[in-house]
């Protein structure tokens, strides 16, 4: 039994109706249809539609069936064509009539915006969680690494040397962003749309917003022709769950590239990684390639939904249908995804000694210009003057502290013995001491930023 029968004498085609039902996708937020039912027929009882006893047969009939579906036990009957008619045929086996009022002055256009909405409101703290749980893992590492020193790239190009706790917490905010971009739109997934009706609003005298208080709303849509077919906040989580995505990928990849032979700067631990069924030596990084891939994936869920509703006019289409797919499949890709990357980076073994025979002496050529300006020289002469140096070092195939100090004085006569401390690269990590930068003061500074961050602070 549909809910709309009464104006056809034909049934529908079989085809057409594979194609029209939503069930398969749309079961998933039962508990959440019942909930808003049980919230509709409060409204409609404080209206006084529903006598006492109506009220009292539906929200226990509602009631059972919740039960049902936590328990597993729900059945689907086979002319179920969404999770609506689902529940509203179950509520009328249960108690018979009554269950025929509660769909008085409701549509499911202002139904299932409304279950949608509901489930992302359960589902956004779970996600936040999962993230939160990676930054406690990137901050742990962080702390482990004491004043480890690994080589910062630009362009890929070895650049100056960085604290690897600096690195890992490069990693930290994105993710911090995430997390407060997906609280921020709590406040917009929190418009309650039920009271609008298919679309011109519900001829039922209800007090929307008591029921946006009793639905855990913060208010009630203020227009009812936006609010059956407002997908903002779908969109929205669609681009942060893809951008916070994006974000694990620029990770992975980083872990990809640094544990191939050529970098060597880690170890995966070997319940983070898979072997070659044709080369025995094989170690590969299976979970940080899906991830750099799954955030490919969850851009094309963003792109299909916005171009969904690129074509719509205003009000409810059954195009806004797609909608729910797309958002289901990023928030399981990311609950599935973060704790096996918390995983595998909890228990993954930077391999230090590597990492720091990859720093070379060019590395501070930077700091080589820096020293000289100690000497009172202009950063523009000395940058030359660094880069004349490199040039000597080449020629001469040594690195820069290789050169001896005549060498250094025939570039120029400030060059002192002191210039070789300007060469070792902690000294240089050091001395990019102010705020946000990668010496061990700064960055413990940062170490404390990230715990009181997460912390709430
Ligand atoms: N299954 C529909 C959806 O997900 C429910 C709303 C149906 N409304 C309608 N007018 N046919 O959008």
Request: with cysteine; charged share 20%.
């Amino acid at each position: 039994m549909t809910l709309w029968g009464g104006r056809f004498s034909g049934k529908l085609d079989e085809t057409a109706w594979a194609l029209n039902t939503s069930l398969p996708v749309d079961q998933r937020m039962a508990i959440q249809d019942v909930d808003g039912s049980l919230a509709w027929a409060g409204a409609l009882h404080t209206a006084g539609i529903l006598s006492d006893d109506e009220h009292v047969r539906i929200s226990s009939g509602l009631s059972a069936i919740k039960q049902e579906f936590l328990k597993g036990e729900f059945t689907f009957a086979p002319a179920d064509e969404d999770i609506h008619t689902a529940v509203e045929r179950r509520l009328t086996e249960l108690i018979g009539a009554p269950a025929q009022k509660l769909h008085t002055g409701r549509s499911r256009n202002d139904q299932v915006a409304t279950d949608f909405r509901l489930w992302m409101l359960a589902t956004l703290p779970a996600i936040q969680d999962v993230i939160a749980s990676l930054q406690s893992v990137l901050v742990a590492q962080a702390e482990k690494s004491d004043d480890a020193l690994m080589p910062g790239y630009t362009h890929l190009q070895r650049a100056q040397p960085v604290l690897l706790a600096h690195w890992w917490l490069s990693h930290f905010w994105p993710l911090q962003r995430d997390r407060e971009r997906l609280e921020d739109l709590i406040k917009r997934v929190s418009s309650l749309p039920l009271g609008s009706g298919a679309l011109a609003g519900t001829p039922v005298p209800v007090d929307r917003e008591a029921l946006a208080e009793a639905l855990g709303f913060l208010q009630a849509a203020p227009n009812s022709l936006d609010a059956v077919s407002d997908r903002d906040f779908a969109a929205e989580f669609l681009f942060c769950t893809t951008l916070c995505a994006v974000h694990l990928s620029k990770l992975s990849e980083q872990i990809v590239l640094y544990t191939s032979a050529e970098f060597g700067f880690f170890e995966l631990s070997d319940a983070y990684s898979t072997g070659s069924s044709l080369m025995p030596q094989k170690k590969n990084p299976d979970v940080f390639e899906l991830t750099r891939a799954k955030a490919g994936t969850l851009l094309g869920l963003l792109t299909g939904l916005m171009a969904t509703l690129k074509g719509l006019p205003s009000t409810y289409d059954k195009d806004l249908q797609e909608d729910k797919a797309p958002v289901f499949n990023a928030a399981d890709t990311l609950l599935l995804m973060l704790p096996v990357l918390s995983g595998a980076l909890q228990t993954i073994t930077p391999r230090i000694k590597r990492m720091r025979a990859a720093i070379d002496s060019f590395m501070m050529a930077t700091d080589l210009a820096d020293y000289l300006v100690g000497k009172g020289i202009p950063f523009r002469e000395t940058h030359a003057l660094a880069g004349k140096a490199v040039r000597l070092a080449l020629e001469k195939e040594m690195g820069l502290d290789g050169l001896s100090l005549e060498d250094y004085k025939s570039l120029h006569p400030a060059f002192e013995a002191d210039v070789y401390q300007a060469l070792d690269p902690l000294e240089s990590v050091k001395r990019r001491a102010a705020l946000g930068g990668t010496a061990p003061a700064a960055v413990q500074i940062q170490i404390q930023q990230a715990k009181n961050t997460l912390k709430g602070e």
